[in-house]
């Protein structure tokens, strides 16, 4: 039952934020799903409102002087920390980041990807009283501005030199962020695999912050950067289920044609991710939580714009902190 309270754990941090018949089987799929990638970034909802304002400082990325000589920082502290302080950081769950300093103007820039709505939103959905879908403010971006804040990184993380680029090569990186930018949109928080074993089969992968620092440092790779060799590591939440069977979508489940008990089932499983307003409320939702994720063994996955439902098995949930190498790593000095 470890793993159970800690998947509780972990809900009961989410809820603090504002925010089967006729399933189709999945043995004919490809597995890990691959992640979806859209031609634009649709506007959000007037309904969607965050808490903390989205990239407030942001600018533009500039363009560097191809002469130019970029310091290139892993950046890594624990999620919330502004409110929790290193509360999370004991449980190593961690938000990450990528920062740069120009040597020809001394200028520090800092570079991440998160939710625009923060992570409840991104997790699970409104129920709307006039609407029959769950209702998502799910998006997740880029945010690029000028100064990298010490404190923060350092007090409770990581503020360490990776690699030493070229302005040539941070121009060509930024066009790569203005195209996965544009393209990747939708935050995912869950992994989703079969067992923990480290060679499980994985049928989701996660689309969060630092999946875009290591689609970043891949980038650079590519680019020609050599990386040095220091010890990486990331926060992983994983779910852990059977294979997952497919639902639809919101007009396949939700629609006139619509399968009318499963947006039941659907709508009834998320109906307890909400913000309790007492105290009696929330601990009537912690029950329902564990009655449909734990003793049920149902959770229902939202992930490309479809429903999928996971058939839940022990250890339920793990949260882990390991450790993904620096591509290209500089192994011997003077290399």
């Not at 029959?132 to 880029?142: H, L, R, T, Y």
């Not at 790569?176 to 949109?185: F, Q």
Request: proline share 6%; glycine share 6%; with cysteine.
């Amino acid at each position: 039952m470890a793993a159970g309270w800690e998947l509780l754990s972990f809900v009961v941090l989410l809820l603090q934020l504002e925010m089967p018949t006729g399933l189709a089987a999945g043995s004919a799929r490809q597995w890990p799903v691959p992640y979806r990638r859209f031609g634009y970034r649709p506007k959000t909802d007037p309904y969607c409102q965050a808490r903390y304002t989205f990239c407030p400082t942001g600018t533009a990325i500039p363009v560097m002087s191809d002469k130019d000589v970029l310091e290139v920082y892993r950046l890594q502290a624990p999620v919330w920390e502004f409110k929790y302080g290193d509360l999370l950081g004991h449980m190593k769950i961690m938000h990450d980041a990528v920062g740069f300093k120009s040597s020809l103007t001394g200028k520090n820039y800092t570079m991440e990807w998160y939710e625009l709505f923060q992570l409840g939103n991104c997790t699970f959905p409104h129920l709307r009283p006039n609407m029959s879908e769950p209702f998502w403010c799910n998006q997740g971006a880029a945010c690029f501005y000028e100064g990298i804040d010490d404190a923060h990184w350092k007090e409770n993380g990581t503020l360490v030199l990776v690699t030493t680029i070229s302005g040539a090569v941070f121009n060509q990186l930024a066009k790569w962020v203005a195209y996965d930018n544009e393209t990747g949109i939708y935050y995912e928080t869950w992994t989703v695999k079969d067992s923990p074993d480290e060679n499980g089969k994985v049928w989701f992968e996660s689309y969060e912050c630092s999946k875009f620092v290591l689609r970043t440092y891949q980038k650079l790779a590519e680019l020609g950067a050599l990386f040095k060799k220091v010890q990486t590591n990331y926060t992983t939440i994983t779910l852990f289920s059977g294979e997952p069977i497919f639902c639809g979508n919101e007009t396949s489940v939700f629609g006139a044609q619509g399968n009318k008990t499963l947006a039941v089932a659907i709508r009834d499983f998320y109906s307890p991710f909400k913000p309790s307003h007492s105290v009696k409320e929330f601990f009537i939702n912690f029950l329902h939580i564990v009655n449909k994720v734990i003793l049920s063994r149902q959770f229902y996955l939202f992930y490309n714009v479809e429903y999928w439902f996971l058939p839940m098995k022990y250890p339920f949930i793990r949260i882990a902190y390991e450790e993904i190498p620096l591509p290209n790593s500089i192994i011997k000095l003077g290399l």
